[in-house]
């Protein structure tokens, strides 16, 4: 048992918890003040680089798409009525025929080669009976090509600013002829507090191994940002100091896992209050969760203090930590469905706080997971998503969160 006395925590007042606030207020909450604040700093990064960024800038084409009238089918360029002589054959990225095409004449064609001047329409190659010099068949005016600029005019916007930059936007930004983007990204830095937190190996009796880590990477990047480090923090007030004085001078966001509670070695409030830290969100009504604060720092960068059990980090994420980084990163926090689902099992509401469980959907509802408690991941590794129980289960269909992906 350590029987040394309690070191003194900060020469300043300890700040205590105040009355936690809702889950819906403290979500509103962490999202107005990272949209209120100015935003990130902008980077210029190579397309492979870009996933999971976030576009700064309306993303403008570059060129017309398609750059000409092109053909929408393996086939025949044909002009004026059939039967039509065939001239030749164009291929993708071939020359635009310097000679149009005339009335009877055809030029054998694959999609996306251009369609010669002259061009009525494009007779797919399944619709067209070819004998040795001529071809035949029915068409339409117009059919089968596409015209220049159809499917994005040069100068058009592509995607707005506030774009989440996904696979299928970098297909779309590569496309349009760009090499770079203009993105942001917040950084965040993450201190794992605990003298008996491990980050490797098999911990031994006693000891636990940082289940929160792993989490992080896939959890901040799929809200917009990138996790830049993990430093581990002993439970010493003053080793969390200087941790976080580094972390703030070098993140947009800081995460402390762990010590966010009332306990000895709970040194968060009282180290955020020695840096006169402004607390926006201090606990939160919520099952799990409920110790999870929010602060910022009068030179800027914003913490977030996410409680030790991981499985109550996991959805206290989704009540601070991720909608601060979508926030601040200009795009739509990832979580909300839009979906309320009848919910199934063990879904009993809290008297006073709201209940986020995971759940397995199934059919038009969803059924609670097992092995759901704040030091449990069974449940939420397994789960499709979170249902949000409010407070006494006002209205019987719950809203689902998606969980990081
Ligand atoms: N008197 C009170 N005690 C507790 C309260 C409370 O309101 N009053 N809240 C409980 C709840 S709920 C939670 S959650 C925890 C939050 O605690 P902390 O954020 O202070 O975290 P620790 O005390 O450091 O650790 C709690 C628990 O989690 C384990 N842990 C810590 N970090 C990790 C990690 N990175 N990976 C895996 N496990 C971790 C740690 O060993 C402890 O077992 O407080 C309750 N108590
Ligand atoms: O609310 Mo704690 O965050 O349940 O485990």
């Given at each position: 048992m350590d029987t040394t006395p309690p070191a003194p925590v900060s020469t300043r007042p300890s700040p205590r918890r105040r009355a936690p606030q809702t889950w819906p207020r403290a979500r509103a909450a962490a999202r107005e003040l990272a949209t209120a604040r100015p935003r990130g700093a902008v980077t210029e990064v190579?397309?492979?680089?870009a996933l999971g960024s976030t576009l700064a800038?309306?993303?403008?084409?570059?060129?017309?798409?398609?750059?000409?009238?092109?053909?929408?089918?393996?086939?025949?360029?044909?002009?004026g009525s059939g039967p039509w002589r065939v001239l030749g054959r164009l291929l993708a990225g071939a020359e635009p025929r310097d000679a149009a095409l005339s009335c009877g004449q055809a030029v054998e064609i694959a999609t996306g080669a251009p369609v010669p001047a002259g061009t009525l329409a494009v007779l797919a190659h399944e619709e067209a009976e070819r004998n040795a010099h001529t071809v035949s068949g029915r068409v339409r005016p117009g059919r089968h090509i596409r015209r220049r600029g159809e499917t994005t005019p040069l100068g058009s916007v592509a995607a707005p600013a506030g774009s989440p930059v996904t696979p299928a936007l970098l297909a779309l930004a590569a496309g349009l002829g760009h090499d770079t983007l203009r993105v942001r990204r917040p950084a965040v830095h993450a201190l794992?507090?605990?003298?008996?937190?491990?980050?490797?190996?098999?911990?031994?009796?006693?000891q636990v191994r940082d289940a929160i880590g792993p989490m992080l990477p896939g959890t901040v990047s799929w809200a917009?940002?990138?996790?830049?480090?993990?430093?581990?923090?002993?439970?010493?007030?003053?080793?969390?100091?200087?941790?976080?004085?580094?972390?703030?001078?070098?993140?947009?966001i800081v995460a402390v896992c762990g010590a966010s509670s009332a306990g000895p070695a709970?040194?968060?409030?009282?180290?955020?209050g020695g840096f006169g830290a402004g607390f926006v969100v201090d606990g939160v009504a919520c099952r799990p969760g409920h110790p999870q604060l929010l602060a910022a720092l009068p030179e800027g960068p914003l913490v977030v203090g996410l409680p030790g059990n991981p499985g109550a980090a996991l959805v206290a994420a989704l009540t601070l930590l991720v909608p601060v980084i979508a926030g601040l990163a200009g795009r739509p926090d990832p979580a909300p469905t839009g979906r309320r689902v009848r919910l199934a099992g063990d879904v009993r509401p809290h008297p006073v706080d709201t209940?986020?469980?995971?759940?397995?959907l199934c059919g038009e509802g969803a059924l609670a997971?097992?092995?759901?408690?704040?030091?449990?991941?069974?449940?939420?590794?397994?789960?499709?998503?979170?249902?949000?129980?409010?407070?006494q289960g006002s209205g019987d269909l719950a809203e689902l969160l998606r969980l990081p992906r």
């Open positions: 190579a397309l492979g680089e800038v309306d993303l403008v084409a570059r060129v017309a798409v398609p750059s000409l009238d092109t053909a929408a089918m393996d086939g025949y360029a044909v002009a794992v507090t605990g003298d008996e937190v491990r980050l490797h190996g098999t911990p031994a009796p006693g917009g940002g990138v996790l830049t480090a993990i430093t581990h923090v002993g439970d010493d007030p003053a080793e969390l100091t200087a941790a976080l004085e580094r972390a703030v001078g070098e993140a947009d709970d040194h968060l409030r009282a180290v955020l209940r986020l469980i995971g759940v397995r997971v097992e092995h759901v408690g704040p030091a449990d991941l069974r449940g939420v590794a397994v789960a499709d998503a979170i249902a949000v129980v409010p407070p």
